[in-house]
Structure formats: C-alpha cells, structure tokens
C-alpha cells in the first residue's frame, strides 16, 4: 500500500559526493519522521539521520558535518547530501518513513525502501 524507492547510489571516489533521493507512494495520508540508514557488510544497520515534518534534523556523529538530510513535503520525499564522502561510508542506504495511511488516518507505521547500494573507492 506504501512504497519506499531510493535513487542515487554508485560508485565514487574519496572525497566526493553523492546525492540519494528516496519518493513515498500509495496510499498516503500523511508522513511524520523519515530518515536515512545504512548496513555496510557484516555491520548491524546503523542511523544516519532522521528528520520531522517541520524539517527539524539529527544527525550521527559519524556523518555530522558531512551529510545533510532534507525533505520536499509535497513530493513526500526525503533526500541525503553526502560529501566528503570516505571508504567506510560504503553500505547499502535505506530510507524510511512513518506513514499515516489513507486506511487508519491517525496510526503511523514504519515503511522502508529497498536499499541503495553506495560504494566509495579509488
């Protein structure tokens, strides 16, 4: 009833950019929080940022400084600057949102994207 696509990976090298983009779609109501994580191998699932429906953001210190999480209310979609970008930033990235659906019109759940995979190397 709510997909989650995620666009924007690839290849980079050091010290470059990238810009993910993550659109919600379906049955929509309404969209609290959403947010970025990523899961590099071996490695549990780690946030990156999180951001609310007034555009209040948090960041991981792992990323802060370097990543910048932003969302577009009217396109339901949430997207992630990354500069600066180093080899252990490798992993697939995921979004997220807290979905109101047009079925409940109050309760929020949790959906997620299918993961896109960013690999940063020389």
């Known amino acids: 009833q709510v997909q989650l696509v995620e666009s924007g990976g690839g290849l980079v090298q050091p010290g470059g950019s990238l810009r993910l983009s993550c659109a919600a779609s379906?049955?929509?109501?309404?969209?609290?929080?959403m947010g970025w994580y990523r899961q590099a191998p071996g490695k549990e699932r780690e946030l990156l940022a999180g951001?609310?429906?007034?555009?209040?953001?948090n960041y991981a210190d792992s990323v802060k400084g370097r990543f910048t999480i932003s969302r577009d209310n009217a396109k339901n979609a949430v997207y992630l600057q990354m500069n600066s970008l180093k080899p252990e930033d490798t992993a697939v990235y995921y979004c997220?949102?807290?979905?109101?659906?047009?079925?409940?019109?109050?309760?929020?759940?949790?959906?997620w994207g299918q993961g896109t995979q960013v690999t940063v190397s020389s």
């Open positions: 379906g049955s929509i109501f309404s969209i609290n929080a």
């Open positions: 951001i609310t429906s007034g555009g209040s953001a």
């Open positions: 997220n949102a807290d979905v109101v659906t047009m079925r409940t019109m109050s309760t929020a759940f949790r959906f």
